[in-house]
């Protein structure tokens, strides 16, 4: 029998899970999410139409890959500054002034390795174990895994259903539970899965109750491109002072069809530019320089790019819309906001298992509701970022399994 590693590892070609060192209780219980659990099912099926994950089927165009191409070959390839270039983060500074009415200093601003990356390195600022960390659901499921891979502890607020088939938020419940003790507010407008979005008075509501109650608000802002009345969905910045714990996280992902560049970006208060470019040491130490060259030309060539992506999901979310709303079992509203149909199905209590079944008997993929937290169970989630011919199909394989 061979001698057992001096480190404490495994033996070559043994599980990990039979080492005979723990790993942390966070680690330990924390679960695959359900949205991936579906999407494997369909990674060795061709005929699949995968709608399950938040990104359409356009490649990033061509104005932004080349300048990325460019600094590659130019060796732009070492060590780059840990919170972005200068140039990178006076681009942002310049994009996010129309946007927010304001050009926030670019002191302010933190490139980081993705959205997720963002919101990891926001936590890891803040989040004391044992934190409670309030969460507006239905929600992303990856900011509620990261709360507690981090110690804390997320408690999630659910959405009320509106009569038109959307999502309302019930402030009176929020100061409820704010009151009890919290760490910060996470909140995503517009929302992903629901499309639920805050407008001027909502935010200033909001807002006005992490003041009260001394808590850091965290603003997930991915999709604040898309929206389908406004060229921007309305922001908490513009109405936070700059020292304020108002915290803002956004994604190159979306907007610029540009989800496997994995760049994003964090507005927050001037004071906590030096903590961020501590952190970003200790986990990344920065961007990629040559891929910060295509971000930037995404934030200066990219505004008519954007309009044509957020007409494409006006267009998806219409069609999906009037191809589900006449089927008795399904109930939805069109969406203000992102790019996803978040609807419920009569008679679906299992939303993981019916999401599964639809993978198996119709060929398409869907997010189950369940994986979004306790308002979700009964839903599914499609995303809609697609051409209309790819959705048109959808629809007609789904149909029958809805009706």
């Not at 938040?54 to 590659?72: Q, V």
């Not at 629901?194 to 999709?223: C, F, I, S």
């Not at 030309?297 to 954007?306: D, K, M, S, T, Y």
């Not at 308002?375 to 959705?391: N, Q």
Request: hydrophobic fraction near 40%.
């Amino acid at each position: 029998m061979p001698d057992k590693p001096l480190d404490g590892s495994a033996p070559h070609g043994a599980a990990a899970h039979n080492s005979p060192l723990p790993l942390r209780p966070e680690v330990e219980t924390l679960e695959e999410s359900q949205i991936v659990e579906v999407w494997k099912l369909g990674f060795e099926r061709d005929d699949v139409i995968g709608l399950w994950v938040g990104e359409g089927d356009a490649p990033t165009p061509d104005f932004i890959s080349e300048p990325a191409i460019e600094a590659l070959r130019s060796g732009q390839t070492f060590y780059s500054m840990k919170r972005g270039l200068p140039e990178m983060r006076r681009a942002l500074a310049d994009y996010s002034a129309p946007l927010y009415g304001t050009r926030p200093d670019e002191e302010r601003i933190t490139l980081t390795q993705s959205g997720m990356n963002a919101m990891i390195v926001v936590l890891q600022a803040f989040l004391r174990p044992g934190d409670r960390v309030a969460i507006v659901s239905p929600i992303w499921p990856n900011i509620v895994s990261a709360v507690r891979l981090l110690g804390g502890e997320p408690v999630q607020l659910s959405l009320d259903h509106a009569p038109d088939g959307g999502f309302r938020l019930d402030m009176n419940k929020l100061e409820d539970l704010l009151k009890t003790g919290v760490r910060a507010l996470f909140v995503a407008t517009p929302g992903n899965p629901t499309g639920w979005m805050l407008e001027d008075d909502g935010l200033a509501e909001v807002l006005n109750l992490t003041r009260k109650y001394g808590v850091w608000l965290l603003a997930d802002e991915v999709y604040n491109r898309f929206t389908y009345e406004w060229s921007s969905a309305p922001s908490f910045l513009s109405l936070a002072e700059p020292e304020e714990p108002v915290i803002a996280v956004n994604s190159f992902s979306k907007a610029w069809a540009m989800t496997g560049w994995r760049l994003g970006w964090i507005v927050h208060p001037p004071a906590l530019g030096d903590v961020f470019d501590k952190i970003i040491e200790f986990n990344t130490s920065g961007p990629q320089a040559f891929l910060q060259h295509g971000a930037i030309a995404a934030l200066e060539q990219g505004e008519g790019f954007v309009k044509e992506m957020v007409e494409r999901c006006r267009r998806g979310r219409d069609l999906i819309y009037q191809g589900l709303s006449d089927l008795p079992r399904v109930t939805l509203a069109n969406p203000p906001g992102a790019f996803y149909s978040f609807f419920k199905v009569e008679g679906v209590e299992e939303s993981l298992a019916f999401a599964k079944r639809l993978v198996h008997e119709a060929g398409v993929g869907l997010a189950p509701g369940s994986a979004f937290g306790p308002g979700g169970e009964g839903h599914l989630r499609l995303c809609f970022a697609s051409s209309e011919a790819r959705l048109s199909t959808a629809l007609e394989r789904m149909r029958p399994l809805l009706s």
